[in-house]
């Protein structure tokens, strides 16, 4: 039973996914012909693939995001929304995009939201280092400052600068497909390839560090190094994600904790379920939001805090063995 | 063989280890005494390559840690920890298998009953057998000389005491360099080859 758990994973991702297809504001006459006759039908071929798809990648990116943040703190709270990541890729992407040197999407926002990701990162770190030992108190409450303070820099410059391409607060905050475009799926496709591949190179040393530095560092892993890939991972994932589609909180808390519930601490394993399941969770809480206030959308942030919270509040109260509460 | 030379290793400003120098010889079990506060962890963890010294050198086999990366490092010791923190639900097979095969050492600490238990739900001495457990099977695997064991006798009884003692008694004579910290007022020494006594 435990051997198949993984295939209900993928089952219910593909379910997902031809549900997310088949819904939507408009009818899709034909569908199982129209999905395989990419000229048969535009609203499924131009916006619903595309959308469906970014949904899945950038699900897939957040869910690895989430466990490059936990791996390489060696804390439950991690995530790129408290590590300044997120906050720091949309930063990144804004700055770009007021300056006029990129537009919302294009491989150069990416580059610009990963760098600011990467540089956010790096500060959360430096700073939380400051007094000597990195501690998980100092990471997390100094993460959640410098969250906050780029957070409202990029309200500021949206509010202050009115491009009509800059997105809103709203868009930045809390996250939508509605404006995915074919073109934006070749930007996040390479982030989250590049992102993933670093991720699943490194997750053996990023079990050796859940016994502790000292340990792993016994047992031949350059904890530093491996660190600071981890969190260059991190960054490349949600710097990608968050430059294109905003800010999606929670997705990169949960979906790890989801995957190591169900199937154990072995990060190599959990590269791949948090992706499936961070995938699960977008493409669900996407089609809830397009669909429940149809024709308007709902904020997709706001349904995957939703949907995620319960679950990991489930499973934390039921089965708490697997990250042991200090 | 380890040859400690002159060191002298301070701590938050404070020189825990002042000028400090002795020979450890190999194929032997020695134990290092001392009461609290007084270095003995630092001690270890410095010939480990834990902590860099402010002067003075150690050498293991006539190689310095410290110039070693920590891959090549963990061919040349291994260690085990006074108080191993296991945060993550890896079976106690898995926790090993992260140095290597872990049936014997198991079988060997009497863990093999615990193979598939996660490692958050043990007592304090099944947990510091796991981590003795890693550390023989890195020394088998990596074919390591030296076994430094922090306090790996504390959370013991009687009987599982014994038969860690004897393990190192047949590793030692089997030719490895063991270094072992024990609580001077933990038991009578009589095991170990050699006692180095750190005061405060």
New interface residues.
């Given amino acids: 039973m435990k051997k198949l758990l993984p295939w209900f994973t993928i089952a219910a991702v593909v379910l997902s996914t031809l549900s997310a297809l088949m819904v939507g504001a408009a009818q899709v006459d034909n569908f199982w012909s129209a999905l395989f006759n990419p000229s048969s039908n535009e609203i499924l071929w131009q916006i619903r693939i595309p959308r469906v798809s970014a949904t899945l990648i950038v699900g897939a990116a957040l869910g690895i995001a989430g466990l490059m943040a936990q791996g390489a703190c060696n804390n439950a709270l991690a995530e790129p929304a408290i590590l300044g990541t997120s906050a720091g890729a949309s930063l990144g992407a804004v700055i770009g995009i007021l300056f006029g040197v990129v537009q919302v999407g294009s491989l150069g926002a990416i580059l610009f939201g990963v760098i600011g990701a990467l540089l956010a990162t790096a500060l959360v770190f430096r700073l939380a280092a400051l007094r000597g030992n990195l501690s998980s108190f100092s990471l997390i409450i100094i993460g959640i400052a410098v969250s906050a303070t780029l957070t409202a820099l990029v309200g500021l410059l949206s509010v202050m600068v009115t491009r009509a391409d800059a997105r809103s607060i709203s868009f930045w905050s809390f996250g939508s497909f509605a404006l995915v475009t074919k073109e934006n799926l070749i930007g996040i496709a390479i982030t989250t390839a590049i992102g993933s591949a670093l991720a699943w190179k490194i997750a053996p040393a990023l079990d050796r560090i859940s016994l502790g530095d000292a340990t792993a560092f016994h047992l031949g892993v350059d904890v530093k190094r491996s660190r600071y890939l981890a969190l260059v991972a991190l960054s490349i994932l949600a710097g990608g994600a968050v430059s294109t589609i905003g800010t999606i909180a929670f997705l990169g808390l949960a979906a790890p904790h989801i995957a190591r519930f169900i199937y154990g601490p072995t990060h190599r394993f959990l590269v791949l379920q948090s992706a499936l399941i961070g995938s699960l969770i977008l493409i669900i809480a996407d089609t809830l939001a397009r669909t429940i206030t149809s024709p308007n959308e709902l904020p997709i942030g706001l349904i995957t805090s939703l949907l995620g919270a319960p679950v990991l509040i489930a499973l934390v109260t039921v089965k708490n063995s697997v990250w042991k509460v200090q | 063989m380890i040859k400690v030379n002159q060191l002298t290793i301070e701590r938050t400003g404070r020189a825990i280890i002042s000028d400090f120098s002795t020979e450890i010889p190999s194929a032997s079990i020695t134990a290092i005494i001392g009461p609290n506060g007084s270095g003995k962890s630092t001690l270890l963890?410095a010939i480990?390559?834990?902590l860099a010294p402010i002067s003075g050198e150690i050498k293991i086999d006539g190689v310095n840690p410290y110039s070693l990366?920590?891959?090549e490092?963990?061919?040349l010791r291994?260690?085990?920890?006074q108080n191993?923190?296991?945060?993550?639900?890896?079976t106690v097979r898995?926790?090993i298998e992260?140095?290597g095969p872990a049936d014997q050492v198991m079988t060997d600490l009497e863990l093999s009953h615990l193979a598939e238990r996660?490692v958050?739900?043990l007592s304090g001495g099944e947990a510091q057998r796991v981590?003795i457990a890693?550390?023989l099977a890195?020394m088998k695997t990596?074919q390591c000389s030296t076994l430094l064991l922090d306090e790996p006798l504390s959370a013991q009884d009687t009987e599982s005491r014994n038969r860690i003692i004897e393990l190192l008694k047949k590793l030692a004579k089997a030719g490895a360099t063991i270094v072992v910290v024990v609580h001077s007022s933990e038991e009578k020494i009589s095991w170990a080859d050699k006692v180095l006594k750190q005061s405060l």
């Avoid at chain 2, 291994?78 to 920890?81: C, I, K, N, R």
């Avoid at chain 2, 191993?84 to 890896?90: E, R, T």
Wanted: cysteine-free; overall charge negative.
């Fill in positions: 963890a480990a390559g834990d990366a920590a891959n490092l963990a061919h291994a260690m085990s920890l191993q923190p296991f945060l993550m639900g890896f898995q926790v992260f140095a996660q958050t739900n981590a890693q550390a890195q990596n």
